[in-house]
């Protein structure tokens, strides 16, 4: 059994006040919501206030990164600790804007992910082609490397608390989103990845969420699809409304 995982990724917008606003509305309209694991991902000054909006919710809180060492010399970076005492139960890891933008590697994911996981944490780790590696028939071996290089010495138990994202790079923020069959067929591969390295059961038990352009009109799609376990929302998880359009479809839906 694995679960549905929908998460919001808020990026770099809402400011505190509104960061609280729309973690009330997604709490009100969560609270039906019974199967799915809905997290959303606020930036990292707004975490501590939406923190006290969710507690006790059946919303869980997600920060959009972390760094890899406990303290010390590293402005504007924040510390696994600092994000687990206030309530932080997931850290996206290794997202394309990170990778593109700020020189995130195989190697930093790796340590970013042993550092969350050491404070029971679990890390989203974020993997996916852009449209270049795409086109030239590479998608299998960026995967490969990215998979083998998230994953470089951990064990079977600590695979087994992880949650992959993945996000074709051409489908983030363009409204372009893969084809249901697009994407069944990378996770498909993802999961043949994780059963070379852990054997096929705890490949079957790892929840993978697609995200890019993932939306309302396309969420019960692609949520069909045998290899795909939720979701990694940028744009559409900034409205309640949107968000929920993606997570109900889920309710309904087992693996
Ligand atoms: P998008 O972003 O839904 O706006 O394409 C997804 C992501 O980057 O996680």
Not at 197 to 217: C, F, L, T
Not at 225 to 252: M, R
Request: hydrophobic share 45%.
């Amino acid at each position: 059994m694995r679960k549905i995982v929908i998460a919001g990724n808020w990026k770099m917008n809402k400011t505190v006040a509104e960061s609280v606003k729309l973690a009330t509305d997604v709490v009100a309209a969560a609270q039906g919501i019974r199967s799915v694991v809905v997290i959303i991902a606020p930036t990292y000054l707004a975490l501590a206030k939406v923190a006290e909006v969710v507690q006790g919710s059946n919303v869980k809180l997600a920060a959009q990164d972390v760094h890899w060492e406990n303290q010390g010399a590293f402005t504007g970076k924040v510390s696994a600790d600092m994000l687990k005492e206030i309530g932080v139960e997931y850290v996206i890891i290794g997202h394309s804007e990170q990778r593109t933008y700020f020189g995130e590697t195989d190697a930093t994911v790796n340590k970013k992910v042993r550092k969350v996981q050491s404070l029971d944490m679990t890390p989203i780790i974020c993997i996916g082609e852009t449209l270049a590696e795409r086109k030239d028939g590479r998608l299998e071996s960026v995967l490969t490397t990215q998979v083998n290089g998230a994953y470089e010495g951990l064990a079977a138990d600590d695979a087994l608390r992880t949650i992959i994202a993945y996000e074709p790079v051409w489908a983030i923020g363009t409204g372009v989103t893969a084809s249901d069959d697009e994407a069944q067929q990378a996770h498909a591969f993802v999961r043949s990845l994780l059963a070379i390295r852990y054997g096929e059961d705890v490949a079957q038990s790892i929840s993978i969420q697609y995200g890019g352009s993932m939306k309302p009109e396309n969420a019960a799609g692609l949520l069909a699809q045998t290899d795909i376990d939720g979701g990694l929302i940028g744009g559409a998880a900034l409205k309640a409304d949107s968000f929920l359009g993606i997570v109900t479809p889920g309710e309904s839906i087992s693996k």
